[in-house]
Nanobody, 126 residues
Framework: QVQLVESGGGLVQAGDSLRLSCAAS????????MGWFRQAPGKERELVAA????????YYTDSVKGRFTISRANAQNTVALQMNTLKPEDTAVYYC???????????????????WGQGTQVTVSS
């Protein structure tokens, strides 16, 4: 089992950057595929970006391609989401999530994410 804690959210202006970080407990972090989800008020939760447990495969939803970058540092048990050129529509609570160990299926399969952080608020003003 893995426990996840997000940090780095805040209030920024459109065009600014933020870097979210997710710290994971345990010594087997490298076995988990990781994802960043977000949920805006009145909207469904969506997968924003994900990275395979090996780090060789990434996924981005269309609206963030070219602006967001997901990365992982297995030695530090962390996964980060670098968000550039933020837009008001990026405003949401952002959640870090992990799949079961050695999951190798589609990163977009939301039901495979078994472990979740508590979320961090990102607010982008226009």
């Amino acid at each position: 089992q893995v426990q996840l804690v997000e940090s780095g959210g805040g209030l920024v202006q459109a065009g600014d950057s933020l870097r979210l970080s997710c710290a994971a407990s345990g010594r087997t972090f490298s076995r988990y595929a990781m994802g960043w989800f977000r949920q805006a008020p009145g909207k469904e939760r969506e997968l924003v970006a994900a990275i395979s447990w090996s780090g060789t495969t990434t996924y981005y939803t269309d609206s963030v391609k070219g602006r967001f970058t997901i990365s992982r540092a297995n030695a530090q048990n962390t996964v980060a989401l670098q968000m550039n050129t933020l837009k008001p529509e990026d405003t949401a609570v952002y959640y870090c999530a992990a799949t079961r160990p050695y999951y190798s299926g589609p990163l977009t399969a939301s039901r495979e994410y078994a472990y979740w952080g508590q979320g961090t608020q990102v607010t982008v003003s226009s």
